[in-house]
């Protein structure tokens, strides 16, 4: 079993298409057998300075299992804003049978939340919009 425990990922100044990937593009490998984790993963775009990412997690292995995930753009505070920290989409899940637990997505400017693959489940899933929205796509 491959597996992520208790780290905190933050995007940098320079765009970053996704911050953490599971599993490369495309992955048609089963996994049932020995999945992997991701067990307390946070990821922040923005807060304590100017971040910026595509995708935030993109789930492309089959059979992961997430437990305790805050994925966040920052929308409100201290130099944050439309246009500083951008970020598209939070999770993306491409791959089948993933099981999530405890995800928190918050406040991208595109999609919370794609999920692709068949068979998925969440049992606790937090969801808030932006606060500081614009009628116009985001710089990039």
Request: glycine fraction near 14%; aromatic fraction near 10%.
């Amino acid at each position: 079993m491959a597996a992520v425990l208790g780290i905190m990922s933050e995007a940098g100044q320079v765009n970053s298409p996704v911050l953490m990937e599971a599993g490369p593009a495309g992955s048609a490998t089963r996994h049932a057998a020995n999945p992997t984790s991701l067990h307390d993963v946070f990821f922040r775009i923005g807060g304590p300075g100017v971040g910026r990412a595509t995708n935030t997690l993109t789930v492309d292995s089959d059979h992961v299992i997430g437990d305790h995930m805050w994925l966040w753009r920052a929308d409100h505070g201290d130099g944050v804003g439309w246009a500083v920290n951008t970020a598209d989409t939070g999770l993306t899940v491409n791959g089948d049978d993933v099981t999530m637990y405890g995800l928190f997505v918050e406040h991208y400017q595109r999609h919370q939340t794609v999920w692709n693959g068949n068979g998925g489940r969440t049992y606790f899933y937090q969801n808030e919009m932006p606060y500081d929205p614009r009628r116009t796509r985001p710089p990039g």
